[in-house]
């Protein structure tokens, strides 16, 4: 009897470890299946360093960016487009965390907490993804940086796809290089920041259109520099008595650095904040870098260079897309996506009507009166470029940031060329580029 209670007991404890450690097993089995799932030591992974069995990914036109052909990953069999979308689709080294095949690798993979690999054939296609991107043009803008680094970012301000997102340096993800080139692992239109230079201008003008009372009768005269608080500021040219129209297309730094004076720092922080300028932006998941401005310290010169994109200014290109596109879109801003069917949200309000239809004719002033329309092959853009000091004896970053009125076209765009020079000639002719290929894929034909 004695004996039988003794068993019954050590059965029972028997029993409860199992049932312990069975529940322990499916708790793990659930929380971190996808990551047991793509081990590269997963022998359903092998071929292609882990994504030999992934999904197709293609682009806007269902042009094949990255399959999976017996066993082997296969990239875009043109090699610009490869290199042009390597921080979209990213390679099989999973260095480049914020690119598809990194962060959504057992989505593409095909497999499922329920069916493990046994995916049920119906259920197969959620193992391809589909981007908003245009893979010719993300080729033309990755050739048309001929090697210098920087960022391409062009998105539909009213459906918010992003339609060219190309970062250099890149590398070829079919041939992955012992030594990628340094930076090569980073997104720059969505995880870098940037001086802005003279892209900035932006900020201060929306800033001094809001808080400068009848800002059109008020004039700025330019003697090639002029004192800020004890040191002073410099232009290019002696600008001589300018409007704020002519400030901006001229791009005007005694002006502007008057501007953010007559606004102060108080007003200058706040409009730079509302504007989206220190604030990360969630597109398509991945968090954009925040830009800074921060003149709560700043002495009288330093707020002076600040409203010229100077001083401690950083901006993210992605972000200054966001603010072109919303100053096209009558100061609301749509939030970018590049993921196919993805839900494109709101960034929010970030100026009123009137602020930025004033701001959409002075950017559409600079091109036309200024750049020409022929710059963008007829395309009606409104932009302002940007050179930007990063001292240490580099070359400046040149910037080119705008958009297009038409609402058939409707494409808002920040190009940087880091150490690139003048703005107009290095950026320039990548934004052309990317707003043509761009406006040709919605039709446009120049
Ligand atoms: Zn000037």
Redesign the pocket.
């Given at each position: 009897m004695k004996r039988t209670m003794t068993r019954s007991v050590i059965a029972l404890v028997l029993a409860l470890c199992f049932l312990l450690g069975l529940g322990y097993l499916c708790f793990r089995f659930f929380t971190e299946n996808d990551l047991w799932a793509s081990q590269t030591y997963n022998r359903y992974l092998s071929g292609g360093k882990g994504l030999g069995a992934a999904g197709t990914i293609y682009d806007r036109n269902g042009e094949v960016l990255a399959e999976s052909v017996s066993g082997e990953r296969v990239y875009s069999s043109d090699s610009s487009i490869r290199h042009g979308t390597l921080h979209t689709v990213g390679d099989g080294s999973y260095n480049i965390s914020t690119a598809l095949q990194t962060r959504y690798r057992s989505q593409l993979v095909g497999h499922s907490t329920v069916f493990g690999y046994g995916l049920p054939e119906s259920l197969k296609s959620m193992s391809n993804m589909r981007v908003t991107l245009d893979a010719d043009a993300c080729g033309k803008v990755y050739d048309a940086f001929a090697g210098r680094e920087g960022a391409c970012f062009v998105y539909n301000y009213k459906t918010g796809d992003v339609m060219c997102m190309v970062s250099t340096p890149a590398y070829d993800p079919q041939n992955v290089p012992d030594n990628p080139p340094d930076g090569s692992y980073l997104n720059n239109c969505v995880s870098s920041t940037f001086t802005p230079g003279s892209i900035f201008k932006i900020v201060t003008a929306v800033a001094a259109v809001e808080n400068i009372d009848n800002i059109d009768d008020v004039t700025f005269t330019?003697e090639?520099e002029k004192d800020f608080g004890g040191d002073v500021v410099t232009?290019?040219?002696?600008?001589g008595t300018?409007s704020l129209d002519d400030a901006f297309s001229?791009s005007?730094?005694?002006?502007f650095a008057e501007m953010a004076t007559m606004v102060g720092a108080d007003k200058m922080q706040d409009t730079a904040e509302k504007l989206g300028v220190t604030k990360s932006f969630n597109i398509s998941g991945v968090k954009t870098a925040e830009g800074y401005f921060d003149v709560t310290k700043a002495d009288a010169n330093q707020l002076a260079w600040s409203g010229v994109g100077q001083f401690t200014d950083m901006t993210n290109p992605a972000q200054m897309a966001i603010l072109c596109g919303a100053i096209a879109n009558g100061g609301d801003a749509k939030l970018p996506v590049y993921i196919d069917g993805g839900l494109a949200g709101s960034a929010g309000r970030l100026m009123s009507e009137e602020t930025a239809s004033k701001m959409a004719d002075i950017m559409r002033y600079t091109v036309s009166g200024h750049y020409g329309d022929n710059m963008f092959g007829g395309l009606s853009v409104g932009a302002k470029t940007g050179t930007a000091e990063v001292g240490e004896d580099k070359e400046p970053n040149g910037w080119m940031v705008g958009y297009c009125d038409d609402k058939d076209y409707p494409l808002a765009f920040a190009v940087v060329v880091e150490e690139g020079g003048y703005g107009f000639y290095s950026a320039g002719p990548i934004a052309r580029t990317a707003m043509i290929e761009c406006a040709e894929a919605l039709g446009f034909e120049g």
């Open positions: 330019c090639g232009c290019l040219e002696h600008h300018l001229q005007c730094n005694i002006a």
